[in-house]
């Protein structure tokens, strides 16, 4: 078998029809040219973004195909607008990340697009793929014109776009083809599936795997500014924490079964917990004779905390050493190293935050601290894909990833936790959560 390709993004619409570079600038330095073909996403899943091709096949893909890309339109007006716009923050002396920070027109990284530059992009994906889907469905085995990616950003001036407009423009452009996939998943006629356009190389697309292919370039670009969404969401939080603390101050009751449960199998138990927010949930783990480590990764939230007398850090779980300080049970002390001792991690509504392909490496981080035996308790928002939120507990735009109970089962069985349960609850505004009770094995 060959060696699976490591390319570093979906290169455009017809990698191999123009032989171009790669997703080139339009003025800063040239990117490295990518001239792999892309083709094979039909086949296997993704090694960047996750994107698995196989659970969008032709049986999945009416509906589902039309609502994930008008659910990832949605996110790209979302994360243009919080990068653009200030958020109606009420500012604070413990913020510490302006909203906004992150330039959308900025590269954070020279090698990579800036996220107006992705957005045109996409935007533009969108529109060449409505135009061959539309000629596959009326014509006879269409041969599709080149697109040249490269070219339309220097021709598109991407760079100096305004943000604002290019969301948009992209919402719409993924509204009309979204539109066409929802025309054929209504026809009668299920061959419409498949029919075929030619690319310029020769192979052929059927309008089911034209779908997929369509659907994996703009996962993988929203993949591509996956920092981006998660530094706004934070600054999201930053900004408005106090606003934050003061909408989710009373514990949901529902919860207190688990919280006793927790107390029960862990009596006088070390808690790690990550995503303190405004403290509440600690405040009631103590309440029941546990010990916890308040950690967030959003520095207003470790600020609030310690203003109200309490120990706090700045914790990034994916980046950030989990183990426990010196003087902590399990922590080091001068004759060795630290060893992994919590007996319960607790991580409410937190992890949605974190990028669906990072998410297994936090859970295996979160596993490497914990005692065998000890518990881990995460709520997830239940869905697919992504969403933001731009209303609700605070007003500043938020990223979350939804999940599904059996990839979020896997994945905590990869990382080494034993998932005991998956409970579900109805949060504010009818939103599904997952609660997971996992054991570490
Ligand atoms: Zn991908």
Known sequence: ????????????????????????????????????????????????????????????????????????????????????????????????????????????DPSRWSVLEYAAHVRDVHRVFRERLVAMVEETGPRFADWDQDAAAREGDYARLDPRTVGEELVAAADAVAAVYDTVAA?????????????????????ATL???????????????????????????????????????????????????????????????????????ALALEARGLRVRRTDVTPAFVAMLRAAGHAAELLDPLLDDLRPHPGEPGGADAAGPRAAAYDVVWANACL?????????????????????????????????????????TIEAARRFVLWREPALVALLTGAGWQVERVGRRTGARDTPWLEVLARRR
């Open 211 to 281: 779908g997929v292919y369509h659907l994996h370039d703009v996962v993988h670009h929203t993949w591509d500014v996956r920092d981006v969404a998660a530094a706004v969401t934070v600054a999201a939080y930053d900004a408005q924490a106090p606003d934050y603390r003061a909408a989710t101050d009373r514990l949901d009751e529902a919860f207190a079964p688990l919280l006793d449960e927790v107390a029960a199998r862990a009596p006088g138990g070390q808690v790690l917990e990550i995503g303190s927010g405004g403290g509440r949930d």
């Open 352 to 392: 949605l935050h974190v990028a669906r392909t990072d998410l297994p490496r936090v859970a295996a981080r979160l596993a490497e601290v914990t005692r065998p035996g000890g518990l881990l308790v995460a709520t997830l928002k239940e869905g697919e894909g992504e969403q933001w939120s731009v209303h609700g």
């Open 187 to 207: 026809s009668p006629d299920p061959t419409v599936w498949e029919r075929t356009g030619v690319r310029s190389n020769g192979s052929r697309f059927t309008v």
């Open 1 to 108: 078998m060959s060696a699976q390709p490591a390319p570093r993004r979906p290169s455009d619409a017809d990698p191999s029809d123009a032989g171009r570079s790669g997703a080139g600038p339009t003025e800063a330095d040239p990117l490295e040219p990518d001239t792999k073909d892309w083709t094979w996403v039909l086949d296997r899943a993704c090694p960047d973004c996750g994107f698995d091709p196989r659970e969008h096949g032709p049986a999945a893909a009416g509906p589902d195909l039309a609502t994930a890309l008008r659910a990832d339109a949605a996110g790209w007006t979302a994360l243009l607008r919080a990068t653009t716009d200030p958020a109606p923050a009420t500012r604070h002396p413990g913020a510490s990340i302006p909203q906004g920070v992150v330039d959308p027109r900025v590269r954070t």
